[in-house]
């Protein structure tokens, strides 16, 4: 394969780095800064973040742009389409990871297995004084699922063991599906006293977990996210943990990342974590190894891996 000029334009996993210049000429610059003689140069872009139009337009003979991640909404791959430019995910890779985190948020948030550990670290737990019994337990609650995607429906084969009865609401129903389905979310939220958000972020979810989701979901309920943070009013959500119109919450993602509202760090009632749902060594190397073998398939066989649904696949 000859040298190829690669754009990496900002941090990214190094085994991607690493792997790419196995086979590639890999340039590590802001695409604003580049020479017009180098931006020619660039036929692949590999990204984690941020690549929209200007940045595309800057790159006139740019064919594939491999994102780092399963969501693309950083990258304009509408934009892309229209110019012919191939874009990328890494699905699949990560499924699992984020379906076990998902389940162990959901235990963590009902029986409050990380307020126990800390209150036994601060040295109360003597003999005749015992950790508070947890108000809920996972044993016959009805879970909601809001996004019946690939990890959503790992979620669910995850669930299935604990004999809790599940439920989904998505744009369109999924035919071949054991679970119930609610043609809106807050039919959804109504029916159920735990809703997990494993939704992408569109203009269509933007904030659609709202005080009035929230109030059908009621008081005995328990919210979970690991999908977006854009999913979330986050000032509703802070609001009805305090007053009592939902019990707790699981959160993994945030609105403005890596900003987590303090009125969520001051409850009690809300376990947070630091959008780590994908976040082990084996997981984050698979990722990296598809966003490089998505452009070495690319240049070497003219296909590409994993094309996002907007993007105009060939091969």
Avoid at 4 to 10: D, M, R
Avoid at 17 to 31: G, M, N, Q, W
Avoid at 71 to 94: E, F, R, W
């Amino acid at each position: 394969m000859s040298r190829i000029a690669i754009l990496v334009p900002g941090k990214i996993h190094e085994r991607v780095l690493t792997r790419l210049k196995e086979s590639f000429d890999v340039i590590e610059a802001d695409p604003s800064m580049l020479g017009a003689e180098t931006a020619g140069k660039i036929r692949g872009v590999a990204v984690s973040g941020t690549f929209n139009a200007g940045a595309i337009d800057g790159l006139p003979n740019v064919e594939l742009i491999s994102s780092f991640g399963v969501g693309y909404d950083g990258i304009d791959a509408k934009h892309a389409a229209a110019k012919g430019v191939i874009v990328t995910n890494t699905p699949d890779v990560l499924n699992d990871e984020v379906a076990d985190t998902t389940i162990g948020l959901l235990l963590n948030t009902i029986r409050e297995f990380p307020r126990a550990e800390n209150w036994l670290r601060a040295g109360n737990w003597k003999r005749g004084q015992n950790y508070p019994l947890s108000r809920f337990s996972l044993k016959g609650r009805h879970v909601g699922i809001y996004g019946l995607g690939r990890i959503g429906q790992e979620i669910a084969k995850r669930l299935e063991p604990f004999k809790v009865r599940i439920s989904y609401h998505t744009r369109t129903r999924h035919p071949d599906s054991p679970y119930g389905y609610y043609s809106s979310l807050k039919d959804l939220a109504g029916a159920v006293d735990t809703l997990i958000s494993i939704v992408p972020k569109t203009p269509q979810t933007h904030k659609t977990i709202n005080a009035e989701i929230l109030s059908a979901l009621g008081p005995d309920g328990v919210f979970i996210n690991v999908g977006r943070g854009w999913t979330v009013d986050e000032d509703a959500l802070a609001q009805a943990l305090r007053s009592g119109t939902i019990s707790a919450a699981g959160l993994d993602v945030y609105y403005d990342e890596p900003d987590v509202p303090a009125s969520l760090l001051d409850l009690p009632n809300a376990v947070l974590l630091p959008h780590l749902a994908s976040g082990s060594v084996p997981t984050r190397n698979a990722m990296a190894d598809l966003v490089v073998d998505n452009l070495v398939e690319w240049f070497g066989k003219g296909r590409a891996l994993t094309p996002v649904p907007e993007t105009p696949a060939k091969g």
